[in-house]
């Protein structure tokens, strides 16, 4: 398969870059976008030119590390026929001598670190304004102790599956990270253990999420059309019917 | 809290370094009560009330296509609008009531799309994003909310200086300064350029209800899984249709000449 790559190139500190095009020949439509890239980068070094940095870590679509535009479309949705991290989507997806377009996530609350690198920590600092629960440490609980209704657990489970990558930042017209936002307000509100800080965190998330820049939600739906977790829309309406039912207590306290 | 994060060569990255959280000038509770999905809410609410104005304008102006008797019909309606419930309360109290009602309701309502639409414009990297944007879920309808919501602001301007202060006067007779409700009506829809005008600013009331509509309802948390979310597509769906044919149709009839004086 042979190939046109048009890569964002931009320095490390630069305030802006360019799309710089790069040929590449003998791939296998096997191959993953990342095993693609790392040949791209092995001939990129051979012949003298800076490698091209990107993220990846786990490359089995479960970190949520890698992530990057492809064509228009974080991770490449648009090329795949399922909901798919940048790891996991395949050369099988394109067709010989095609052009394929490859940018970084592009929000303000996400400035670009190197090439197709950019700064994630907004997002670590949402969680940790509020998406956790305070529990005594020690021996573990049995399972049974708690008891948690089927609906809701699976809910708080599917919400729970987001890995952070941020997808739905990079394709929200708004730069909104409010479906990130919402799946941690539904993975915690849905269980009896996320109860007695339920309405605090929706309030400290929010007020988070704002302050880091990120735009608000006007239901496009972008967001959830390339999550390769499949978070759906509605635990957006669940974190806005947590929010409005905090701002009716005192300091967002549960009872 | 903004904090300078990076310093390299001629580039600052501006990033929240600290959790607000921390920041003593706000209570989270506060903070959240100035957020977005706060405002939003607000926006929502208002939105709805003013679909419901819509609703019942409509039902009101489908008086006009009553055969025989719509023009006595209409002018009746028009006129009791301004004296509704007058024996009891002050004429034109419940009228200036109304009136202030639904001036609240779109301050409320441009308010917040002023502020969220610039603050969401600065969130993304406006203009060209990525080198070829390609949509996956979001209709034109939800990409364009701002614009048709200003083509509406000033197609309302229009129509209450035409049909409530009858300051812009189309084809009156000369040295008439008031008409009758219904020949204000009629006198204008015979006029094929107000009709296209009309069209175009319904079209705009059209797209903006169709998402506003399932935009609002999502916000204020009826979106509860799948089968709500398609719900509320297909009510929105509706409601849009039904504004535009509704409001046309009294307009289309007298442009064709179903309807005359």
Same mark, same amino acid.
């Given at each position: ?15 802006? %870059? ?7 020949? /003998? ?161 915690? %509100?849905?269980?009896?253990? %996320? ?13 988070? !999420? ?19 977790? +499949? ?9 806005? =019917? ?14 | ?9 001629? =580039? ?48 009101? /102006? ?56 610039? =603050? /969401?414009?600065?969130? +993304?990297?406006?203009? @060209? ?78 797209? !903006?209800?169709?998402? %506003? ?7 204020? +948390?009826?979106?509860? +899984? ?22 046309? @149709? ?12």
């Amino acid at each position: 398969m042979k190939l046109t790559l048009r890569v964002w190139r931009q320095d490390a500190g630069a305030s802006n %870059g360019k799309l710089v095009d790069y040929q590449i020949d /003998n791939i296998a439509e096997d191959m993953s976008f990342l095993e693609m890239l790392d040949q791209l980068n092995e001939e990129l070094t051979v012949a003298g030119i800076e490698p091209v940095a990107f993220d990846s870590d786990c490359r089995e679509g479960i970190c949520g590390t890698c992530g990057v535009v492809i064509n228009g479309t974080p991770h490449g949705r648009g090329n795949s026929p399922v909901p798919t991290t940048t790891c996991q989507l395949h050369m099988r997806s394109f067709n010989d001598g095609d052009t394929i377009v490859i940018e970084p996530w592009k929000a303000k609350a996400f400035p670009v670190i190197k090439d197709l690198v950019v700064d994630r920590t907004a997002l670590d600092r949402v969680i940790a304004s509020g998406g956790f629960i305070s529990v005594n440490t020690g021996a573990a609980p049995d399972a049974h102790s708690v008891p948690a209704p089927k609906l809701k657990a699976d809910t708080a489970f599917d919400n729970a599956t987001c890995i952070g990558c941020g997808a739905c930042v990079a394709a929200c017209p708004n730069g909104s990270a409010m479906l990130f936002t919402s799946a941690k307000i539904s993975h915690l %509100g849905n269980l009896p253990q %996320g109860q007695p800080e339920r309405y605090r965190r929706v309030e400290t998330m929010i007020g988070q !999420h704002d302050a880091e820049g990120f735009g608000g939600c006007t239901n496009i739906g972008e967001c959830a059309a390339v999550c390769p977790k +499949g978070i759906p829309l509605a635990s957006i309406s669940q974190l806005n =019917r947590d929010l409005v039912s905090s701002l009716f207590r005192k300091d967002g306290f549960f009872g | 809290m903004y904090d300078v994060g990076m310093t390299t060569g001629d =580039r600052v990255l501006v990033v929240a370094t600290q959790l607000t959280t921390r920041d003593p000038s706000r209570t989270p509770h506060q903070r959240a009560a100035r957020s977005t999905v706060a405002r939003k809410v607000l926006m929502s609410i208002s939105g709805l009330i003013i679909v419901l104005f819509l609703m019942m304008h409509l039902f009101g /102006n489908a008086k006009l296509l009553i055969p025989n008797v719509g023009f006595e019909e209409f002018d009746e309606y028009s006129h009791s609008l301004r004296t509704f419930l007058y024996p009891i309360l002050p004429e034109k109290f419940f009228l200036t009531l109304f009136r202030l009602f639904m001036l609240a309701a779109a301050f409320i309502h441009i308010e917040a799309a002023i502020k969220l639409t610039f =603050r /969401n414009k600065g969130s +993304g990297v406006s203009g @060209a994003r990525y080198l070829k944007q390609r949509y996956l879920a979001g209709s034109f309808a939800a990409r364009t909310m701002i614009w048709s919501g200003i083509i509406i602001v000033f197609g309302v301007i229009a129509h209450l200086l035409q049909f409530t202060c009858e300051i812009i006067r189309v084809s009156y007779p000369e040295g008439v300064t008031t008409v009758a409700p219904h020949e204000r009506v009629v006198l204008a829809f015979q006029t094929p350029v107000v009709v296209a005008a009309y069209a175009v600013w319904m079209l705009a009331v059209c797209i !903006h209800v169709y998402h %506003g509509f399932y935009s609002a309802l999502c916000t204020i +948390g009826a979106r509860t +899984g799948a089968y709500s979310e398609k719900l509320i597509k297909v009510c929105s769906v509706i409601v849009a249709f039904l504004v535009f044919f509704g409001f046309m @149709a009294a307009p289309l009839s007298i442009a064709i000449g179903l309807v005359t004086l």
